[in-house]
């Protein structure tokens, strides 16, 4: 069952009791100072290059002003930690 949140307390926890961290994909970004498209990479699966980890300030700077939530899921059917995550636009 997927879950729905804006808090960032819940947010960062739930990435980083799975070993993600925060990321934008390099060619998206406008310029040094903002991200680009979020991404929750996971270094420790199938690593993807386009990748770039960047700070929690600077993630979820970018993940209010685009007006985000983060839709996740805790277990997977298996019972196991589920990775499964997306961002969706805030109802509003």
Do not use: Q
Not at 5 to 32: F, L, N
Request: glycine share 4%; with cysteine.
């Amino acid at each position: 069952m997927a879950n729905n949140t804006t808090d960032h307390d819940t947010i960062r926890k739930w990435v980083e009791d799975r070993g993600g961290v925060p990321a934008t994909v390099e060619s998206t970004a406008d310029d040094s100072e903002s991200a680009g498209l979020l991404r929750i990479d996971f270094p420790h699966g199938s690593r993807n290059d386009r990748l770039s980890t960047i700070p929690w300030e600077m993630f979820f700077e970018k993940f209010d002003s685009e007006k985000l939530s983060f839709l996740y899921e805790d277990k997977a059917a298996n019972d196991e930690l589920s990775r499964f995550c997306r961002f969706v636009r805030r109802d509003e």
